[in-house]
């Protein structure tokens, strides 16, 4: 059995331990090199592909991005479907398909898998919001550089009392948004699963900053929207019909100035929580993902996602998985709630959180 592999959608850190997994369990397995195809499904289509074995694979493990590059959904794929995907593989004499990307690359795969063609897919998005899996590559990287953001901000916060306002990525799942506030003692958090009321973030930040309390922190989510208080921004759409994300943070960073009174500043980190090296926690992820995914197939279990979960290593059916949003769960909104508004959280008398 010849093994193809490709990496799909945004960049992110752990892809290259991925790939590099996938090349070397599949020479133990099936003592075969790996058909890499660069730009993900556009290098399927135009066959621009590149063979890989053990010694193509030296040094990547600790970089970031992936050495075989990606990119967004093809229009090919739109109007002529799996056919040109099918024909391509089968004159590299591809056999099996290892797919290394986040919800569109899923839904192709799902559509390859359909055809009949075995694909196994591996979860990678910095906003780990792919059902099947607890964890994606690139989030844990990626949740690091939003906290550390997090930790610095405090220290300039503090030392001109002010509110600082921090946008990360997470365009349907505030995964990013939650931890890296939870994780850095954020004020407030807002993420696109509950519409927030800019009124009540600012009276509670008022009230926080007469407790002698000189700085704010308040994470925003790209994607978080209002709850109808106020209007949000029309950014527009891009070609593919999704809202084009675009300032809010700085859109809530306007609101509390003006509610509040106190100077505000705001930051987005954008693109930076994609770069870099990855953490140890992604290296092992996507070493992890990438060698059970080959297994996978070798094995004869293909159309799945190859995830992980409490008790281990979860094979989900990609029918059940492609094109559903993994949310933060009630029980991490409900921390959030209570944990940004620590130490001196109280109820109004109309019920509603107080600091």
Known sequence: MRIGVLTGGGDCAGLNAALRAVVRMAGHLLDRSVVGYRRGWNGVLDGDAVTLDAEAMRGVLSRGGTMLGTSRSSRRLQTEGTAPL???????????????????TLITARRLSDAGFPVVAVPKTIDNDVCGTDSCIGFDTALGVATEAVDRLHTTAESHNRIMVLEVMGREAGHIAAGAGIA?????????????????????????????????????????????????????????????????????????????????????LGYIQRGGPPSPADRLLGSRLGARAVEALAGGRSGRLVGVCSTGIAYSPLAEVA???????????????????????????????WF
Not at 186 to 205: G, M
């Open 184 to 268: 850095g003692g954020a004020a407030a958090v807002l993420v696109p699963e509950t519409p927030f009321d800019i009124d009540e973030i600012a009276e509670r930040l008022i009230a926080r900053h007469h407790r002698d309390r000189n700085a704010s922190i308040v994470v925003v989510a790209e994607g978080a929207v209002p709850d109808g208080s106020v209007e949000a921004p029309d950014t527009g759409t891009d070609e593919w019909g999704n809202r084009i994300l675009d300032g809010m943070g700085q859109f809530v960073g306007d609101l509390l100035a003006e509610r509040t009174g106190f100077e505000t500043r705001t930051t987005v």
């Open 86 to 104: 099918l024909a391509q593989l089968e004159r590299d004499g591809v056999e099996g398909l290892v797919t290394i990307g986040g919800d569109g």
């Open 323 to 353: 094109g559903r949003t993994r949310y933060l769960s009630a029980d991490q909104l409900e921390l959030l709630d209570y944990i940004s508004t620590a130490p001196a959280l109280t109820r109004r008398s109309d019920g509603r959180r």
